[in-house]
Each structure stands twice: as C-alpha cells, then as structure tokens.
C-alpha cells in the first residue's frame, strides 16, 4: 500500500489527498479542535456541529466554512441536533444547565435550568420540540416543551444501561421503570406523552431495551448475571422469552437488524445468538474461537511496516521524532489459515470482565454483521447473514476503539486508536494512513448520513474524510 | 508296562525266600558254633539231609532221590541243585544289586525332597512374613481410609454448611437491598417533595419565544378521544406491521407452491414417461389397478390445481398428493435401481446363455488350433534335433549354448522356487518351534493346575489337623513338580525318575497295575518293610486317590524310617 500525499487541491481548500491500491481516492480535510469528542452532522446532512470548551462551531459540511458561532456558559458535556436539524442542544450536566441554539435565528435562545436537582442526562425527543431531562440519580425524567414551555414529569426511571429507547418513527417512547422492586415498562406515545402502556416485565434486574427498527416489537433484557431476553409487542403482549444457559454471566450487547428481521444477541460466552422474527427462536450462534479455521472465511491481518529506517536506530529515531513514530505504513495480508487470534484472559475477580461479544453492528441492508469479543479486542468479526457463516476477521495490531458501517453500502470504517483508518468491504480490506501533521489518533468515528464523508475524531482534534463516489461508484 | 512286570519279579522272589534267611541264619549259626566246619565226616547224613531239607525249602528238586540210598550223592542231582542254587544266588544278587540301585536312588530322592522341604518350609516362613506384613500394610490402609472417609465426611458437612450459609446469605442480600431500594425510593421521594416544596425558582425554562411544532399543528388536549386515537393508531401500526409480514410470508409461501408444483408436473412428466415403457410388465405384475390409481389422481390433480391454491383442504390435498407422489418416484427409483442390477446380472446370465453354443464352438475351433500349432512346434523341435545333430560344430555348440542358457535360465527359476520353498519351510520350522514352546507352556500351566487342583482335593479331603495339613501338601506337590525338572539331574536314576513321574500321571485314568498295588497295599500292609518303592508310590497315588489318609500317613512315616534304615544297611 502506498500512500500518495498530494499537493492541497484548489478546490476544496487544506486538504489532503489519498490514494490508496484499491484506486480510491481518499481525500482528508485539515484538522480542526473539538472537545469531549463532541461532533456532530445534523441529521439532513448539511451541517457538522463542534463543541469547542464553552463554544459551539456550526459549518457547512461541503466547504467546511463557519455558519454560526455559539457561546454556551460553561463547557459543553453533552451536544444533539434535533430531528428537523433546526436546533442544536448543548447539555452542561455539572451545572444542571441545558441550552438550545436555533439555526434558522440565531438571535433565538433557550436555557433550562434543572437546578439542584442535577442532571445526568439530556436529549431531545424525536419530534425536536422536545427536551428530555433526566436528574440526578434518576429522580425522575423531565420534558420540557419549546412549544409551550411546559414541563412534566416521569417518576421512577431505571439508572440502567439503556432506559430509554425512541421508535425509529419517533412515534413511541419506551422506558424503564423500577417500582416496589419490581421492572415495568411504560410506552408512551410522543405526540402528547400519552402513556398508552404500562406493564411489568419477567426481568430480576432489568438492563435494557431497544424497539425493532418497525417499532413493533420491543426486546427486553436483564442485567448480565441472567441470561433473559424478553420480547414484548407494542400493546404490551410478551411475545416470547429467550434464554440460552443459566448461571453464568448472560446478555452483554443486543441488536436488531435494519430489517427487524433478526435479534443478534452478544453474550460473555463469546457467542453471539441470532433470533428470528417469527418464531423468535434461535436461528444459529456465532462462535468467537480463538482458532479460526473456517476455510470459507477471509483472515486480514495488518502487517506494519516502519519506511526506511535502519533497525539499530530505531528506538532512539521514534523518542526523538515524534511525529514519525506514528508514520509506520501498514497494509493488510491475507492469513492462510488456520489463523490463531491473541486472546487476553480476563481476570476473574474484576467485576464485568473484558470478555464476551460488547458491540454488534448490523450493515444498513442487514446483510453483514459485525461482532467485536472483549478479550479478543485486535479483532473485528464480519458474519455474512445470508450464508449464516464468518466472513472476515481483521486482525489489527492495535486494540479496535470503534466500528461503523456505511448507512448506504456494505462498508464498514474501524479506527484503533492510531493515525490509521481502515476500511472493509466485501471486496477487500484497506488501512489509510491519515495524512496529518502532529500525529493525529483516530480515537472514535462517524459515517456521514450519505456515506460520502466520514467524521474522524482524535483526542482533541477532529478531521473528516471524503471518499471519492465517482471512482466507488465504478 | 516293562516296570510293573519288573516288580512282580522282584516281589516273587523276594516272597519265595522270605521266611529262609531267618532259619538258615539260626541253623548255620548253630553248626558253626558246635563244630566250626559245616560239613565234616561225621555229620554228612545230618548235612545231607538238612541240605536237601533246606533245597526243598527252597522249592528245589532234592540232590539225591531218597535218603535210603545211601550217602553217595547223586552227581547229577547235587550239580542240577547247585546250579539252581547257584542260579538262585545270582538273581538273589542282581536283585540286591537293583534294590541297591533303587535304595540309593530312593535316597536321593528323600534327600532332594528334604532339601525341598526344608526351602518351601522357607519359603513358608518367607510368605508368611510377607503376609503379616501386607496385612499390617492393609491394616494401616484401612486405617487411613477410615479417616479419609472421616475427612470426606467432614467436608461434605463443611460444604454442606458454607452452601447453607450462602444460601442464607444470598436471601440476606436479597432482602437488604429491597429494603435498600425502598429505602433508597423513600429518599428519593421525599428529595422531590422537598425539591418541589421548595418552589426552586432555579428550575425553569427560560425560552425567547415559543416555537411552533414541527408539523405545524397545534398542540392537542389530552381527551378520552385522543386516547382512543393512540390506541387506534398503535394497532393500527400493529396491524399494518403484521400485514406486510403476513404478505411477505404469503410471497414466500408462494414461492414455495411454485416450487413444489414445478417439482409436482416434474415427477408426474417423469411417472407418466415411464409408465408407457413399465405397461408392458404391469400386465405380469398384477398392478394394473395401480396404474388406472395413479391416472386419476393425476387428472384430479392437474383440474384442481388452480382452486388449490389458498383453501386449507386443497393445500392438505396437494402436500398429500406430492406426498404420495414423491412415495411413487421413491419406489419408481428403487424398482429402476433393483431392476438395472437384475439387469446387469441377467445381461451377464443371457450373453451367457445365447451364444453358449458359439461359444462352445469358438473353442472348440480354438482347442483345434492350439493343437495343431503344438503339433507344428514339435516337428520343428525334431527337424531341429535333426539338424543340429549331423551339422558342423559351431552350430551345434552355438546350439547347446542356447540350451545350456535356456537351461541355466531354467534352472535358475527352480533355485528361485527352491529358495522360496526354503524360507517357507524355514517360516514353518519357527512356527513348529514356537507351537511346540506353547505347548510346553502350557504343559506346565496345566501341570501347575492339576497339581493345586490335586492339593486342593486333598485338603477337602484329608481330616487331618489344620497345622500337618498345609506342609505335606506343600511337599507332596514339590515333589510332583520337582521330579519333573530335576529329571535331568542325575543320568543314572533318571529313568526311575521318569517312571516315577509319569506313573501318577497315567495311573489315575487306567492303569489297572496301580489299583491292583493299592488292593495288595490294603490287603497287606506289613508289606511296607519289604516293598518301599511301591509303598512311595502308592503313597502318592493314595494320598489322594482313597480316603483313608491316616494308614497312608502312618505308613509313610515308616516308609521314611525303613528306607533310612535300609539305606544304612546297604551302606555298611
């Protein structure tokens, strides 16, 4: 792989171009500050919103210029663009303090202060008219209304791992009560916060819940020391209750697919279990061996290589220079198998061992998935779901920070924490060395809604990366 | 049996002279004592007479006719009584020499059993010291296992306490943290009644001016209308949900229908093209009825099948048409498959079979041909000797070089064959030998068997004493065995050794001559003094043939006591 810093295009200013073997072309913006990784595309696609300490930076995605400029009072910890992309929520928890900025009117302001009571959370309902508080040790859930500036309350949420979970549509809101010791589930219905259901689920310690993407079905499952996963319909039936073994740490992550046509639920046994919609009964498990010598699956393992340096001065070369130490080159290499894939053993005494399946991410056609195992954590896991079989497995030199696919096509970007992004898809693998002065870490990643772009977020630095469609599309 | 008719010899003759040496002994010892001389010429009647006496004792012919014939011996008489005495004394002597002989070996033989006895007794003592040892070992063993059952015991207790004891503390947990959660609930409860109580001015929303809903409308009051709206509005996403499922799963199930009736109009298009061809042998298997069956199931089929296709019964109607269908080609299969191997044999049997006269002929022809081209090489071979014979020298020892390597050639083949024959003969030798070392071993086993199968019979048997019991089978069994290994031993009693050894083998199957010993040995035990040998052996063929084991034993001491005394007299 070689990768060819071009000159700055005149046309998109400071950027960087990439070309990498697969012909496409990569081009990386400058680097610009953020802070608390706080970085977001409004959801029309047009907009990239940045909190820099007390400030918030809007700019137009395509030329990248400053459209407003923000001043919050103190520090942003929490930033969301509303539905409609017309607002943007700062959340400032350890003062208790929300404040909502208007694209449209700048002049516009709102601030809601929850006072002593705390906050520990905020976010907008789907409808963005809508501000949802939750206090300090979820005393209740507040929603304000930029309507008409009223509030209400929800008593007794859940301080769980997921208690709130919005129906794709934004129609339905689903949340996690705990009363008189006992788990309830209230469904309430957004427009008005009706609450059109309330019943109680068969959970000991209820951890989460996430509708189907149809917003139909309602998966619910308990805390890692049982394995339950519970499946309610809308009107509060329960559909079927799902349980693989007992008596071991259970449900560490759970997904739907696009299609709401499978549950991938990833447990501590470093399995994974796809339910189906209809039966809801086990389809098949995908196993995590530390082995792998499936013939039918495609081992990439990332080879680095360090350019032109003699081995004896390596050491003190990399302490003195920086910069270059993150400049090593790598490339993929296909694995003949069997391929043996590093393993950390956790420690048995710690509490929630880095073991088991933490993150499941569905492709957006629902034909890929992707699986990462805790104590495996160079690798990253590609199941193909019509063929119910491995497919990939990258192998990185370096702990895989985060993952996500494409929203449009069958991609998916990885970021390990180094000055390297990589790509999959199903035809083939590729690390990109981003090209920025300073040793920029990709420490976390964001696709933009089309799939053109993609958000790379450092420590405190942000870059995007533009994918060339006209050479993908061919 | 050359060994018992020996032993009939010598126990007549050693009856015949039983009583004699006694008497002649106390007579000779008187005349001796009288007069020195045994015959002078005064006491010549007295010899004469007590001679002949003595002779007809001896079962002889007197040496003169009658005493009134004076004093002149009859010369002839006297030589003949000589000589039979003469004879006498030879066979007295070669009697003697053999009793000897077979004292000697006889004491050999005690020796050796002696010996062994005294290293089984060892042996004895040895075992049994071996034997309060592992039984001290055994002892201590239990010992330890006793207080590991205890310790198991213990730990089971200990187990079953700690489970108790986190059992109880689980409940414990359990209980304390609901009473913590409520108590925590209760905590929060009254933060919020004390933070709305207090009518914080802080928590407010502080908007610019209020914004419009996204869709534009107004906001709506809560009414008994509205909820029946949401509640319409959540089925009614319920219901188009199952809808489009229902749909999807309607496409699929359609699909499948088209895939079965494609599978269906296959598997009839293949039953409807056979049957033309299988009619023929309908008629000879009787299935006539089948065939007009399945026909009209086909045409029930093929006019139904447009109704079929979303009414329950008919779907039943067509899984069990397919079924059938599907049964149908099954055992069409099969009938082809049974029928291409029955066709494959009879193809074999009928190409046999037509042309076996061609055949026949073909051979024949062939037969014809082979003989004639023998027929041919021979007169060539003897045109050829022919030749060779009157024509020049170096055509005929060119000739016999092509024997003499044709023969060379020849010859070699053999020795190949030979050598073969060699190492298969050699392979069969080692076998022979490793058979016959089976053989033996297992001899040995069995004589090991029979030999504690013997003991084991006699200590049923034997009422003797618990503390006698165990030492003269031990010896006695020693002895069965060592006779045999040590039969090499010595060259010169060997042969009395083999007899020795084979005779307990052979005599309790049939050997009459043994029964008839032990009848005599019951019949006259004071037989015991004169006759060892035979008493030794019956010893062991008594021992544990008859029962009355005490009279055995009883005389078997005094068999020891007399050989040793014979033994000594022989000695001197």
């Given at each position: 792989?070689?990768?060819?810093?071009?000159?700055?295009?005149?046309?998109?200013?400071?950027?960087?171009?990439?070309?990498?073997?697969?012909?496409?072309?990569?081009?990386?913006?400058?680097?610009?500050?953020?802070?608390?990784?706080?970085?977001?595309?409004?959801?029309?696609?047009?907009?990239?919103?940045?909190?820099?300490?007390?400030?918030?930076?809007?700019?137009?995605?395509?030329?990248?210029?400053?459209?407003?400029?923000?001043?919050?009072?103190?520090?942003?910890?929490?930033?969301?663009?509303?539905?409609?992309?017309?607002?943007?929520?700062?959340?400032?928890?350890?003062?208790?303090?929300?404040?909502?900025?208007?694209?449209?009117?700048?002049?516009?302001?709102?601030?809601?202060?929850?006072?002593?009571?705390?906050?520990?959370?905020?976010?907008?309902?789907?409808?963005?008219?809508?501000?949802?508080?939750?206090?300090?040790?979820?005393?209740?859930?507040?929603?304000?209304?930029?309507?008409?500036?009223?509030?209400?309350?929800?008593?007794?949420?859940?301080?769980?791992?997921?208690?709130?979970?919005?129906?794709?549509?934004?129609?339905?809101?689903?949340?996690?009560?705990?009363?008189?010791?006992?788990?309830?589930?209230?469904?309430?219905?957004?427009?008005?916060?009706?609450?059109?259901?309330?019943?109680?689920?068969?959970?000991?310690?209820?951890?989460?819940?996430?509708?189907?993407?149809?917003?139909?079905?309602?998966?619910?499952?308990?805390?890692?020391?049982?394995?339950?996963?519970?499946?309610?319909?809308?009107?509060?039936?329960?559909?079927?209750?799902?349980?693989?073994?007992?008596?071991?740490?259970?449900?560490?992550?759970?997904?739907?697919?696009?299609?709401?046509?499978?549950?991938?639920?990833?447990?501590?046994?470093?399995?994974?279990?796809?339910?189906?919609?209809?039966?809801?009964?086990?389809?098949?498990?995908?196993?995590?061996?530390?082995?792998?010598?499936?013939?039918?699956?495609?081992?990439?393992?990332?080879?680095?290589?360090?350019?032109?340096?003699?081995?004896?001065?390596?050491?003190?070369?990399?302490?003195?220079?920086?910069?270059?130490?993150?400049?090593?080159?790598?490339?993929?290499?296909?694995?003949?198998?069997?391929?043996?894939?590093?393993?950390?053993?956790?420690?048995?005494?710690?509490?929630?061992?880095?073991?088991?399946?933490?993150?499941?991410?569905?492709?957006?056609?629902?034909?890929?998935?992707?699986?990462?195992?805790?104590?495996?954590?160079?690798?990253?896991?590609?199941?193909?779901?019509?063929?119910?079989?491995?497919?990939?497995?990258?192998?990185?030199?370096?702990?895989?920070?985060?993952?996500?696919?494409?929203?449009?096509?069958?991609?998916?970007?990885?970021?390990?924490?180094?000055?390297?992004?990589?790509?999959?898809?199903?035809?083939?693998?590729?690390?990109?060395?981003?090209?920025?002065?300073?040793?920029?870490?990709?420490?976390?990643?964001?696709?933009?809604?089309?799939?053109?772009?993609?958000?790379?977020?450092?420590?405190?630095?942000?870059?995007?990366?533009?994918?060339?469609?006209?050479?993908?599309?061919? | 049996?050359?060994?018992?008719?020996?032993?009939?010899?010598?126990?007549?003759?050693?009856?015949?002279?039983?009583?004699?040496?006694?008497?002649?002994?106390?007579?000779?010892?008187?005349?001796?004592?009288?007069?020195?001389?045994?015959?002078?010429?005064?006491?010549?009647?007295?010899?004469?007479?007590?001679?002949?006496?003595?002779?007809?004792?001896?079962?002889?012919?007197p040496a003169w006719t009658e005493p009134g014939s004076g004093s002149e011996l009859n010369i002839v008489a006297a030589l003949n009584c000589m000589y039979d005495l003469i004879q006498l004394h030879r066979r007295g002597l070669r009697t003697l020499e053999n009793m000897e002989v077979e004292q000697l070996k006889s004491n050999s033989n005690v020796d050796f059993l002696q010996l062994s006895t005294t290293r089984l007794k060892e042996q004895l003592e040895i075992s049994k010291r071996e034997n309060t040892g592992l039984l001290e070992r055994e002892r201590q063993l239990q010992l330890k296992v006793k207080s590991l059952q205890n310790c198991l015991k213990n730990e089971k207790e200990e187990v079953q306490k700690l489970q108790n004891v986190i059992a109880s503390r689980a409940s414990q947990y359990n209980h304390e943290m609901k009473?913590?959660?409520?108590?925590?609930?209760?905590?929060?409860?009254?933060?919020?009644?004390?933070?709305?109580?207090?009518?914080?001015?802080?928590?407010?929303?502080?908007?610019?001016?209020?914004?419009?809903?996204?869709?534009?409308?107004?906001?709506?009051?809560?009414?008994?209308?509205?909820?029946?709206?949401?509640?319409?509005?959540?089925?009614?996403?319920?219901?188009?949900?199952?809808?489009?499922?229902?749909?999807?799963?309607?496409?699929?199930?359609?699909?499948?229908?088209?895939?079965?009736?494609?599978?269906?109009?296959?598997?009839?298009?293949?039953?409807?093209?056979?049957?033309?061809?299988?009619?023929?042998?309908?008629?000879?298997?009787?299935?006539?009825?089948?065939?007009?069956?399945?026909?009209?199931?086909?045409?029930?089929?093929?006019?139904?099948?447009?109704?079929?296709?979303?009414?329950?019964?008919?779907?039943?109607?067509?899984?069990?048409?397919?079924?059938?269908?599907?049964?149908?080609?099954?055992?069409?299969?099969?009938?082809?498959?049974?029928?291409?191997?029955?066709?494959?044999?009879?193809e074999s049997k009928s190409t046999d079979a037509v042309p076996r006269e061609t055949h026949e002929e073909e051979m024949d022809r062939l037969k014809l041909e082979i003989q004639q081209c023998k027929d041919f090489i021979q007169a060539q071979q003897q045109l050829l000797q022919q030749l060779s014979s009157p024509c020049d020298e170096e055509t005929a020892s060119l000739l016999s070089d092509c024997y003499m390597l044709q023969e060379k050639e020849r010859l070699g083949d053999e020795w190949k064959t030979l050598e073969e024959q060699r190492k298969i003969f050699e392979r069969e030798r080692r076998n022979f030998t490793e058979a016959a070392i089976r053989l033996s071993h297992e001899r040995k086993a069995f004589e090991e068997d029979r030999a504690t199968w013997l003991k084991h019979q006699f200590l049923n048997l034997s009422p003797?004493?618990?503390?006698?019991?165990?030492?003269?089978?031990?010896?006695?069994?020693?002895?069965?065995?060592?006779?045999?290994?040590?039969?090499?031993?010595?060259?010169?009693?060997?042969?009395?050794?083999?007899?020795?050894?084979?005779?307990?083998?052979?005599?309790?199957?049939?050997?009459?001559?043994?029964?008839?010993?032990?009848?005599?040995?019951?019949?006259?035990?004071?037989?015991?003094?004169?006759?060892?040998?035979?008493?030794?052996?019956?010893?062991?063929?008594?021992?544990?043939?008859?029962?009355?084991?005490?009279?055995?034993?009883?005389?078997?001491?005094?068999?020891?006591?007399?050989?040793?005394?014979?033994?000594?007299?022989?000695?001197?």
């Open positions: 792989m070689t990768n060819h810093t071009a000159p700055v295009s005149p046309v998109s200013h400071h950027r960087h171009i990439t070309r990498n073997s697969c012909d496409c072309k990569m081009n990386f913006s400058e680097v610009f500050k953020q802070t608390n990784q706080l970085c977001k595309v409004s959801p029309d696609g047009k907009y990239l919103a940045t909190c820099v300490q007390y400030r918030l930076v809007v700019r137009d995605v395509s030329t990248l210029q400053i459209l407003q400029l923000y001043t919050c009072l103190d520090q942003v910890s929490h930033m969301e663009w509303s539905s409609d992309s017309l607002f943007i929520l700062c959340a400032m928890y350890n003062r208790g303090l929300v404040q909502v900025w208007s694209l449209e009117q700048p002049d516009w302001h709102c601030k809601i202060d929850e006072g002593s009571i705390g906050l520990v959370s905020s976010r907008w309902s789907p409808d963005g008219r809508h501000i949802l508080n939750t206090t300090e040790f979820h005393l209740r859930v507040t929603v304000w209304s930029l309507c008409t500036k009223a509030v209400s309350y929800i008593k007794y949420p859940k301080a769980c791992q997921k208690g709130i979970d919005f129906s794709r549509d934004g129609r339905y809101m689903a949340l996690a009560e705990r009363r008189d010791c006992k788990d309830y589930v209230c469904v309430f219905v957004c427009d008005d916060w009706h609450l059109l259901r309330h019943f109680e689920t068969e959970t000991q310690d209820l951890a989460g819940l996430e509708w189907s993407p149809n917003g139909c079905v309602l998966a619910v499952w308990d805390s890692c020391l049982e394995y339950k996963v519970l499946l309610y319909s809308l009107d509060g039936r329960l559909l079927s209750t799902y349980s693989a073994y007992e008596w071991s740490l259970g449900v560490k992550s759970v997904s739907w697919s696009p299609s709401s046509q499978f549950l991938a639920i990833g447990s501590y046994d470093e399995k994974v279990r796809i339910l189906n919609h209809i039966t809801w009964k086990k389809i098949t498990q995908f196993e995590h061996p530390a082995i792998i010598d499936n013939t039918k699956a495609t081992v990439y393992k990332e080879a680095e290589k360090r350019p032109g340096v003699g081995s004896d001065e390596m050491p003190l070369h990399n302490i003195t220079m920086g910069a270059t130490l993150f400049n090593t080159q790598s490339k993929y290499e296909i694995c003949p198998l069997p391929v043996q894939i590093p393993v950390v053993k956790p420690d048995p005494d710690r509490a929630s061992p880095k073991i088991g399946i933490s993150v499941l991410a569905f492709s957006s056609d629902s034909r890929y998935l992707a699986t990462k195992n805790d104590n495996m954590a160079t690798a990253v896991w590609v199941w193909d779901m019509q063929k119910m079989s491995l497919e990939a497995v990258l192998e990185q030199t370096s702990a895989v920070r985060c993952f996500q696919w494409d929203p449009l096509r069958p991609r998916l970007a990885l970021c390990a924490g180094n000055t390297k992004l990589y790509l999959w898809s199903p035809g083939g693998c590729v690390s990109v060395q981003v090209p920025t002065e300073g040793g920029f870490q990709v420490q976390s990643l964001n696709w933009h809604c089309s799939g053109d772009s993609l958000i790379l977020l450092g420590k405190e630095q942000l870059c995007l990366c533009y994918m060339d469609t006209d050479q993908e599309d061919k | 049996m050359p060994e018992s008719s020996t032993v009939k010899d010598v126990l007549s003759s050693s009856v015949e002279c039983r009583t004699s040496p006694l008497r002649r002994f106390s007579l000779s010892a008187l005349h001796r004592n009288s007069l020195g001389v045994f015959c002078s010429e005064d006491n010549v009647q007295e010899c004469l007479s007590h001679i002949s006496q003595e002779v007809s004792s001896f079962g002889l012919r009473r913590k959660e409520r108590e925590f609930n209760k905590l929060k409860e009254r933060l919020n009644q004390l933070l709305v109580d207090k009518k914080e001015k802080k928590q407010a929303i502080d908007v610019l001016n209020n914004i419009g809903r996204a869709d534009g409308k107004r906001s709506l009051w809560k009414t008994e209308k509205m909820e029946a709206k949401h509640e319409g509005e959540m089925y009614k996403t319920l219901l188009s949900d199952y809808d489009t499922r229902q749909r999807e799963l309607q496409l699929e199930n359609a699909e499948l229908r088209k895939v079965l009736q494609q599978m269906k109009k296959d598997m009839v298009s293949i039953l409807s093209s056979r049957k033309p061809a299988a009619k023929g042998d309908k008629h000879e298997h009787g299935g006539t009825q089948a065939a007009s069956e399945e026909e009209d199931d086909e045409a029930f089929d093929s006019s139904k099948e447009s109704v079929e296709l979303y009414c329950v019964h008919a779907r039943e109607k067509l899984t069990n048409s397919i079924r059938l269908q599907w049964r149908r080609l099954k055992s069409h299969v099969e009938r082809l498959d049974s029928q291409v191997s029955s066709a494959q044999t009879g003797f004493s618990d503390s006698k019991k165990p030492s003269l089978s031990k010896s006695k069994s020693a002895f069965l065995i060592s006779a045999e290994t040590d039969s090499s031993a010595a060259v010169a009693p060997e042969k009395f050794i083999k007899h020795r050894s084979e005779s307990p083998r052979c005599v309790p199957l049939t050997s009459p001559s043994t029964a008839d010993l032990y009848r005599t040995l019951c019949l006259i035990p004071e037989d015991s003094s004169t006759k060892p040998k035979r008493k030794t052996e019956h010893v062991e063929e008594s021992s544990v043939f008859c029962g009355n084991a005490p009279v055995r034993h009883k005389r078997w001491d005094g068999i020891q006591d007399r050989t040793l005394s014979q033994e000594k007299n022989s000695s001197i």
